[in-house]
């Protein structure tokens, strides 16, 4: 068996596609010279450099006209070892035909070369592509969404984690079991595998770590979780696609999938068995529990404290307001367990994730969640999200804590920063609170919001055009016309400190 720690998801644009699809365009009329016409193919280069080496990622069709072909075997060389996918030559005005050299080394290092004709432009090669990856990206969505809706509703049928299992196995046409410190399966549902596999999978939950939020439990041989191991693993056996993956409801246990292939969003519907499961087999709380977590999502549901009060503990709270994630289901989960939290509220509602044992997953890019804490957990920042975090506040205080961490985060994501605290005092402590919102509604109303945040960026930058560019990512021309635009509409002297300064309180 082969191991090795689950790679971190990706960030393509779109899902790699098969180079036998591009070869089926009849219009481009591609021709295979040598090598599999099956490899995957990530992205679209073109180059005529004469090492393109540098200039390559890994996983590309690259595209030449051979105007620096001068040693064809050094050149493949190069491309292969680059981890380029596939070879694109096209014929005239260089080259009347491809070079037999270079046809001869692709072929000897199993290299794919294409033959691209006079009169397909490597720009309808690279449309192609992104076309196809289009499709891929669109049938991928499709699947995720399916599967996340399955796993929902067995979630919540009377017994949730045979259920899981059966949709998780279903969906990704293999075996899903649910492995015990010890490596004994407690559950499992699909398809069997050979005693080689079931071993192996065993073997990757022994060198897991707990997900972060659990406690650490000792590893044992072809055991649980181990403290200081990944939080997932994957490997190969007996011809099928192993992965394990550790829970976080705290008993130690493991997620064991087994497959004959990986297909693309496999990994994120996994991850929302993970945690779905993850919150199925969480240690049983108490009703003294459960009635003060529901209580804590009704405030952050907008309810007034006074109706939620008497379920309370006196506090204090901490309300943390993130935006990001990497898009997948895990993103929003992940941030929870890393806080120590289960009390979370999305932007189309709150999910209690500990409390009904289910939750609500979504996909979308980037995420806009909060999240409830007491605040005696320390809130450091987390890779690919901004976070707000609000003052320490009673349970009383809690609505005035989530306008703090609100405002707190449109401070981390105008300057770029990982995490902004509400800062006490000052100046904005002087002002009624909804005085100073209905101020600044009234000030700001001419701006939309695209208008507002590259003004919020740019008073945050001191006023810097190719800062703010660069943290919006736009053209600095395009923030130029922008804040010109700004103070057209609000007929403000933006030169102007005082008016700076109003704008920023109005802002933040």
């Known amino acids: 068996m082969t191991t090795s720690p689950a790679p971190p998801a990706s960030t ?66 190069r491309v292969v070892e680059a981890g380029a996918a596939a070879l694109a030559f096209g014929v005239t005005p260089v080259y009347d035909t491809v070079p037999a050299e270079l046809v001869e080394a692709c072929a000897r290092r199993g290299l794919p070369l294409l033959e691209v004709p006079p009169r397909t432009p490597f720009t309808a090669v690279a449309r192609a592509v992104w076309r196809l990856m289009a499709e891929a990206r669109l049938h991928e969505l499709r699947r995720v969404t399916e599967a996340q809706r399955s796993l929902a509703t067995a979630a919540a049928r009377p017994a949730p984690v045979p259920a899981v299992l059966g949709a998780l196995a279903a969906r990704l046409g293999g075996r899903a079991v649910l492995l015990a410190p010890d490596g004994t399966e407690s559950a499992a549902a699909g398809r069997e595998v050979p005693a080689e596999a079931s071993r192996a999978l065993r073997e990757l939950a022994g060198v897991l770590g707990p997900r972060p939020g659990g406690p650490a439990s000792a590893g044992g041989e072809g055991g649980g979780p181990r403290p200081g191991g990944p939080a997932s693993a994957s490997g190969e056996s007996g011809g099928l696609r192993l992965a394990a993956y550790a829970l976080g409801g705290g008993d130690g246990l493991t997620l064991g999938v087994a497959t004959d292939r990986r297909d693309p969003g496999d990994h994120t519907i996994t991850g929302v068995a993970v945690v779905l499961l993850s919150l199925l087999t969480a240690p049983h709380r108490g009703a003294d529990a459960a009635a003060r977590d529901g209580a804590l999502v009704r405030l952050l549901l907008g309810a007034s404290p006074a109706e939620a009060a008497s379920a ?54 980037p995420a806009s969640v909060r999240l409830l804490l007491p605040a005696s957990f320390a809130v450091t920042a987390r890779p690919g999200w901004f976070l707000g975090v609000s003052a320490p506040a009673a349970a009383a205080d809690l609505p005035a804590a989530d306008r703090q961490a609100a405002r707190a985060l449109r401070r981390a994501e105008a300057t770029r920063s990982a995490l902004v605290r509400h800062r006490p005092g000052g100046l904005a402590s002087l002002v009624d609170p909804d005085e100073a919102a209905a101020h600044a509604r009234t000030l700001l109303a001419p701006l939309n919001e695209p208008l507002r945040e590259t003004l919020r960026a740019w008073l945050s930058l001191h006023g810097s055009w190719d800062r703010t560019a660069v943290a919006l990512d736009v053209h600095r021309n395009t923030v130029r016309q922008r804040v010109t635009r700004c103070a057209t509409l609000l007929e403000r002297d933006l030169d102007d400190p005082d008016v700076r300064m109003e704008l920023w309180f109005a802002l933040s």
């Open 312 to 365: 309370l503990d006196p506090g204090p709270w901490t309300v943390v307001h993130a935006r990001g994630g990497d898009g997948t289901p895990f993103a929003t989960a992940d941030l929870a367990a890393a806080l120590g939290t289960a009390l979370v509220a999305s932007g189309t509602g709150a999910e209690a994730l500990g409390e009904a044992g289910a939750a609500r997953v979504s996909g979308a890019a």
């Open 12 to 77: 393509p644009p779109a899902p790699p596609v098969s180079l036998a699809a591009l070869l089926a365009r009849r219009d481009l009329g591609l021709r295979l010279l040598a090598g599999p016409g099956n490899v995957p193919l990530h992205w679209v280069h073109t180059s005529e450099m004469a090492d393109p080496y540098p200039y390559l990622l890994g996983g590309e069709l690259l595209m030449t006209a051979g105007v620096q072909l001068a040693d064809p075997a050094r050149y493949v060389e």
